[in-house]
Nanobody, 124 residues
Framework: QVRLVESGGDSVQAGGSLRLSCLVS????????MSWFHQAPGKEREAVAG???????TYADSVKGRFTISQDNAKTTLMLQMNSLKPEDTGMYYC??????????????????WGQGTQVTVSS
């Protein structure tokens, strides 16, 4: 059973930066992707960034140029560098692991393992 634990969420002013981390309990040997999802209050969970096991990355249009997804060499820590934060970035951020057969297209249904989430609040 893969376990994911997110950290790094905080309250910041608009224009600020945060770095989220997700610790994965084990190295995953087979092809997979790891992603960050954002869930704003009262809205559905949406993918913001993903990385496939071959290194390919994908980003939602709303975060391109502001967010960067990365992994450590062991692929047991997933990071999300968030710059130029906006109030609309507020919400819970979840990391997830899944097969992502249609990468770079990724949706909630592609993922079987989820963390508990970390809260990001951006004030104007």
């Amino acid at each position: 059973q893969v376990r994911l634990v997110e950290s790094g969420g905080d309250s910041v002013q608009a224009g600020g930066s945060l770095r989220l981390s997700c610790l994965v309990s084990e190295h995953i040997a087979h092809d997979h992707c790891m992603s960050w999802f954002h869930q704003a209050p009262g809205k559905e969970r949406e993918a913001v960034a993903g990385v496939y096991s071959d290194g390919r990355t994908t980003y939602a249009d709303s975060v391109k140029g502001r967010f960067t997804i990365s992994q450590d060499n062991a692929k047991t820590t997933l990071m999300l560098q968030m710059n130029s934060l906006k109030p609309e970035d507020t919400g819970m951020y979840y990391c997830a692991v899944g097969a992502c057969l249609w990468f770079p297209a990724i949706t909630v249904a592609d993922f079987g393992y989820w963390g508990q989430g970390t809260q990001v609040t951006v004030s104007s």
